[in-house]
């Protein structure tokens, strides 16, 4: 399964809230520039957190995402924020990783979707808990489009061998 697969209700809308009511007083701003055609072009620019001490969330999430991926070796859980204007050029997630699982804990934000250029494919939430699910590889290039309006919350889990 190489080709990105959206799942509903990966968790809960409560607990959405939970993982986002834990790690919003613990965000720090996330500006990464990458050297290209010009200089210091910024490609992330996002607000983020990890968690690493488990709580019952973020527990589940590495147990899902390690049961896609046929692996059980995950690494902790981030939580990224972007506001309006904030966005996370295109990227991969390093072929170290074997699987990604992101998962929306919000909808109702302007913008703000994953894009894979390769499968010319776009995901946004319908509703909280739901997410997407890759195995990575050279082509699994992939970016969190521009937010316009509102706020957009995800929880990212990557697996490794």
Same mark, same amino acid.
């Given at each position: 399964?190489?080709?990105?697969?959206?799942?509903?209700?990966?968790?809960?809308p409560?607990?959405?809230?939970?993982?986002i009511?834990?790690?919003?007083?613990?965000?720090?701003?996330?500006?990464?520039?990458?050297?290209?055609?010009?200089?210091?072009?910024?490609?992330q620019?996002?607000q983020?957190?990890?968690?690493?001490?488990?709580?019952?969330?973020?527990?589940?999430?590495k147990?899902?995402?390690?049961?896609?991926?046929d692996?059980?070796?995950?690494?902790? +859980?981030?939580?990224?924020k972007?506001?309006e204007?904030?966005?996370?050029?295109?990227?991969?997630?390093?072929?170290?990783r074997?699987?990604?699982?992101?998962?929306f804990?919000?909808?109702?934000?302007?913008?703000?979707?994953?894009?894979?250029?390769h499968?010319?494919?776009?995901?946004?939430?319908?509703?909280?808990?739901?997410? +997407?699910?890759?195995?990575?590889?050279?082509?699994?290039?992939?970016?969190?489009?521009?937010?316009?309006?509102?706020?957009?919350?995800?929880?990212?889990?990557w697996?490794?061998?």
């Amino acid at each position: 399964m190489s080709v990105p697969i959206y799942i509903h209700d990966i968790i809960s809308p409560r607990q959405c809230g939970i993982l986002i009511k834990a790690a919003a007083p613990r965000l720090k701003e996330m500006k990464i520039a990458k050297q290209g055609n010009q200089p210091h072009t910024v490609i992330q620019h996002t607000q983020e957190f990890r968690f690493h001490q488990d709580i019952p969330e973020t527990i589940l999430l590495k147990s899902i995402a390690c049961k896609l991926s046929d692996t059980d070796k995950a690494e902790t +859980v981030k939580i990224t924020k972007y506001e309006e204007d904030q966005f996370f050029g295109p990227h991969l997630d390093g072929l170290n990783r074997k699987g990604t699982l992101v998962v929306f804990l919000n909808a109702g934000y302007a913008g703000g979707q994953l894009y894979f250029p390769h499968y010319e494919t776009t995901y946004s939430p319908d509703m909280p808990g739901g997410g +997407v699910f890759w195995l990575n590889t050279p082509i699994s290039i992939h970016e969190g489009k521009q937010v316009y309006g509102g706020e957009k919350w995800i929880a990212t889990i990557w697996t490794h061998q």
